[in-house]
């Protein structure tokens, strides 16, 4: 994924003019995963057709594919009364594994699939990461990562990538966490140590923010999968936001763009983890919410008591359900404000949804209806800008679910990096 940003369009198709046959070789197996990426399975014909390749080229494209078990035949398509049946294939890669682990505040989340996206392993580990410092909480990641890959193996899957998310402004082309300002972590570089802490050196490691990854996971396979203008806000401790637009991931001239949970509301405000005050996240992030609703639970500066953040979630739903007066009166005003920051998002952004996850998901029901309230008062197009609120359903996680995507987007952006190091697997 570059810098620039990374193009997440549903259809593959066009020509291609690389300058070299490894070039072109590399660039036409991509165009060919990338369309049976996107469709459950497709004939030779019907690829050549969509990707404008030739016929010939695209059998033995399928062909070496299907050498490398990267592709499989799913049956016979008979077309017409007369011809050759067709053979149509479907994304494989079965021996292929992307692993995906976000570390947050609170918590470490795994996400480990096949190259077609079949779910492998899939938790959510406790950790207070936010009292841990970094030595103690890239071990503990580590150790969670290796579990997560002998999974991965005993499943006959041996990860090809692995993608790590961090709520913090990333240097993602050198894996380096430049600030996380409710982790307290500066100029970590997280990829390298990772890397060496699991002793892979051939296996990649890419960190992002958790933000773009859980926006580029509910672009793929959200409830508004597809939307080509869309902004998802996490629900965390902290508030950050990865902003679609045009299809594309948002990232900004150095890669820093989708802080939106810094966006200064009130400048009287409580003081933010980044050092500023009044930041959106102060009036809507969970620790703010807990603070309000639960404030014998409160995050201390020292991050403890420290707990899953659904859980605190699923304790305030339940007072909500209970009829909970005081936590009532505390969610109307985080609903209040998450739809003041989104209109300064859909101001910005003209986007036509926004998908909220973690906690806000949880609380959807009686949060929402105050944002999109407020969203709609203060919209300057008004009901000409078409925004809705709506809630994730991919739960707490998104963001490794969108870490392991990262990691099958660039395997399929140049598919020789698998083709080539990995032996072909037995065929039984």
Not at 152 to 168: L, T
Not at 355 to 378: K, S
Request: glycine share 12%; proline share 5%; charged share 20%.
């Amino acid at each position: 994924m570059g810098q620039q940003g990374q193009h997440l369009g549903r259809a593959a198709g066009g020509t291609v003019t690389p300058t070299s046959s490894a070039a072109l070789r590399r660039a036409n197996l991509s165009l060919v995963l990338r369309h049976l990426r996107d469709h459950v399975s497709r004939s030779r014909a019907d690829i050549a057709e969509a990707t404008g390749l030739h016929r010939a080229t695209v059998s033995n494209l399928v062909a070496e594919l299907l050498d490398r078990q990267l592709v499989r035949e799913v049956g016979v398509e008979h077309v017409g009364a007369v011809g050759r049946p067709r053979r149509p294939v479907a994304l494989h890669g079965a021996h292929v594994g992307a692993l995906g682990l976000e570390i947050n505040v609170d918590y470490i989340s795994v996400h480990g699939s096949d190259l077609s996206g079949r779910i492998l392993v899939e938790r959510r580990i406790g950790f207070d990461t936010m009292g841990s410092g970094p030595d103690r909480s890239l071990h503990r990641l580590g150790t969670v990562a290796r579990e997560a890959i002998e999974t991965m193996r005993s499943a006959g899957a041996d990860p090809a990538g692995i993608g790590v998310a961090v709520p913090a402004l990333v240097d993602v082309a050198r894996g380096v966490v430049t600030f996380a300002p409710n982790l307290n972590w500066h100029n970590l570089p997280l990829a390298a140590r990772l890397s060496a802490t699991l002793g892979s050196p051939n296996v990649p490691v890419m960190v992002d923010n958790d933000a773009n990854l859980a926006a580029v996971a509910e672009y793929t396979s959200g409830v508004a999968a597809g939307t080509p203008h869309l902004v998802y806000l996490t629900g965390e401790v902290g508030v950050g936001g990865g902003i679609i637009v045009d299809g594309r991931l948002l990232r900004g001239a150095d890669g820093f763009s989708g802080e939106v949970g810094h966006l200064p509301v009130d400048p009287a405000g409580a003081r933010c983890g980044c050092g500023r005050r009044g930041c959106w996240e102060t009036k809507v992030g969970l620790a703010a919410l807990v603070r309000t609703a639960m404030p014998q639970q409160a995050y201390t500066p020292a991050g403890l008591p420290v707990s899953d953040p659904e859980e605190r979630a699923k304790e305030i739903s339940r007072g909500l359900v209970e009829g909970d007066r005081h936590m009532m009166y505390a969610v109307a005003q985080v609903g209040r404000w998450l739809g003041l920051g989104g209109s300064i998002v859909v101001n910005l952004f003209n986007t036509r949804v926004i998908v909220v996850g973690g906690y806000f998901a949880t609380l959807a029901e009686w949060l929402l209806p105050h944002a999109q309230e407020e969203l709609e008062r203060l919209v300057v197009a008004g009901a000409a800008a078409q925004c809705r609120f709506t809630a994730s359903n991919l739960g707490f996680g998104a963001a490794s679910r969108g870490a392991a995507s990262m990691v099958v987007n660039q395997l399929i952006d140049d598919p020789t990096t698998i083709m080539d190091s990995i032996p072909r697997p037995p065929v039984h």
